[in-house]
């Protein structure tokens, strides 16, 4: 069952956009009745023509045959339950109804529209195999992980160093990803993807520091409390979010060259050029960030800030120009870990941040509050555990998983797993 | 510019359904975070579990709706006790993350098809009014005067919710101004201090949280009374706003969350009336009308930023009384 997800996808619940589309789905009573419902019936993504799908209930029945496209639209006389049927042998041979068998039970929610999807698969025969489904979803779940990574670390410096839980850090991952699109979008400036990557990621540095410089060192001055600073960055991050949302309005954007082709790497696995670049850059980054902390001076001053900041500083180590240096790089960060999300989802939207703000939040906490190492180790246990759950539980719930972990390391081990117990007040 | 127009929108969020139940999950909020100091950032999970199971209890087991109220404030005190035991122990922000995560969890758990018997998924549940509509005891009709004309049902939400918001309001300052309040505001100032006095500080937190969710409960119910029930109003902006509101009003107060709910629906609805009215007019030639009622959003933001860095103790708030310790 776990074989070929040949989702169906589901058609527009909005007629209106339905009837603009190109596409005519073969239509049987949606100029008599109101209340419509509709579907596209594919396997691995090959739309099914001729497919028979009945809709009975209330006295009324109705058949319609899937179009080259394999949608279908049925309408209804009135907003009841209705039983909508799969002709199962009207498939191909091999194929069948996956999940929840060929009939399905139906009620409208609060629009006039209802779609109904039914998910196919290779009948008994499994052509992938669960071996295969692993690897191909744990190189998913290292890549996502990597990038969650570049966008924990700088959670996980500022908490070090300020002691601030800063909700505003997915907005500056927002920020990476609509900077890269202003430079290289085909409907804004139209650059060079590799020349609009480093200036977002500059640009996002610059972000960082403004922020530093204009809200957070104030603050800190002023002597403002930990409290009240995270409701602070929690405004930040709704007044950031809303402005993308002002600027760049509700719809989704992609980066040139996003959705390209896999290449087959071994086995069933099967990657994009962007995916192994992203992965490329996302070690050569993280590895150089680990390099930066270990071995040069200002590296080794956030780490020491990061242990206990009044004995930093009464050993000369200047706190406010390392917390700078955090805020850009930790910004920078997640501005690149935000270009590439945007190339892993793939998509760009104003609050596409908010999205995994709690995911990060989760690598940081299971890595361990305010240890660099700890945030790239909790990151990639995330990334993998949200890829791979998705074998077994279904994928709307993926994040379930990994927001149950949050919540089992903060009760179990909550100095986190490269974390020592002392730093937890 | 039709001024009458827009002052006429913007007083009917005085008694709107969506301000009297912010007030009500805001209150509950005074008392998590206002009284006892405990962050919760859940109180939207609180507020999902008490419209979910209004609505479930009437549409799947086909309850009386007042029963489904009481199943909404049960149901709200499980998951306090759930999200409670394991939690109350760890340090304020710890809290928040872990209330903010669960919050989700419930909100996931209410959208995916996988309970769409129940939940219908991303679509909500709708058509649960029957049965409190048929308790109504105002005869059919409309009623009322200028902008404050609603019929029969109309008016019954509201008295019904208001109803319910001053009973909580009462509960709060009686219970604020009993030796049991002190020793809230005491865990507040000082945990360490209650705890050498021989309370036992688990529990007079344990009992906040399902005192303050519970009044989130009956938020998400007075929401779900008018029109239905929607998962993806239940997101963590949700709880950000309820923490505007809050602290609009003063944390630790009895009618700071209810003037502060007020206050924040009745600008929201002035801006939304008046921003695309100036577009419309030419008045603000930079942006057009969906960007003009984007706007109030970036303001809510900033005005929670100001607030709490320049007046963290609300309109109605005593400066004495430290809401942010440590």
Known sequence: MTALFAAAFAALALTSMSTASAVHADEVGTDEYDYIFSGNVKNDNVPLEDVKITVEGGGYTAEVVTDAEGQWKIGVPEKATYTVTLDESTLPAGVIVAEEGPEKEVEFGLTKNKSVNFFLGEGVRVTVSFADQLVERIVNGLNFGLMLALAAIGVSLVFGTTGLSNFAHSELVTFGALMALIFSGTAFL????????????????????????????????????????????????????????????????????????????????????????????????????????????????????????????????????????VWILGSALAGLSGILWAYFRPGIKWDMGTGILLLIFAAVTLGGLGTAFGALVGSIIIGLLVEVSTLWIPSDLKYVGALVVLILVLLVRPQGILGRKERIG | MDWGQILSNTVVWLISPESIAYGLAALGLAVHFGYTGLLNFGQAGFMAIGAYSYAISILSFGLPWWVGILIGIVASTVFAFILGIPTLRLRADYLAIVTIAAAEIVRLLFTTQVFDEFTNSADGLGNYHQGFRD????????????????????????????????????????IMRSPWGRVLKGIREDEDAVRALGK????????????????????????????????????????????????????ATVFGPIVGSIVFWVIMAFLSNVLPALVNVGALPFMNTIQASTLRFILVGAALMLIVIFRPQGIFGNKKELTFVK
């Open chain 1, 190 to 325: 139209g650059w060079p993807i590799y020349v609009a990557i480093p200036i977002a990621v500059v640009l996002s540095g610059g972000l960082g520091y403004v922020l530093d410089l204009g809200l957070w060192r104030p603050l800190r001055k002023k002597g403002v409390g930990l409290v009240q600073l995270m409701i602070v960055s929690i405004g930040l991050s709704l007044a950031l979010r809303y402005i993308y949302s002002f600027f760049f309005g509700g719809g989704t954007y992609q980066l040139p060259g996003s959705g390209g082709d896999n290449i087959e790497l071994f086995g069933s696995v099967k990657l994009s050029v962007i995916d192994l670049v992203s992965m490329g850059i996302s070690i050569v980054v993280l590895a150089a960030v680990a390099f930066w902390l270990l071995r040069t001076r200002i590296g080794k001053a956030t780490r020491a800030i990061s242990d206990n900041a009044s004995l930093a500083a009464a050993s000369g180590i200047d706190v406010d120009r390392v917390i700078r240096i």
């Open chain 2, 135 to 174: 308790a109504n005891p105002i005869p059919e009709g409309t009623y009322g005067f200028g902008p404050f004309t609603f019929n029969e049902n109309g008016w019954w939400v509201r008295i019904f919710g208001i109803a319910l918001l001053v009973i909580a309001a009462l509960i709060v300052w009686l």
């Open chain 2, 200 to 251: 036992n500080v688990f529990s007079y937190k344990m009992q906040s949280l399902v005192i303050g969710g519970a009044f989130g409960a009956l938020g998400g119910v007075v929401l779900a009374l008018p029109s239905a029930v929607v998962p993806s109003v239940y997101v963590t902006s949700l709880t950000f706003f309820l923490y505007t509101i809050l602290l609009l009003g003063g944390a």
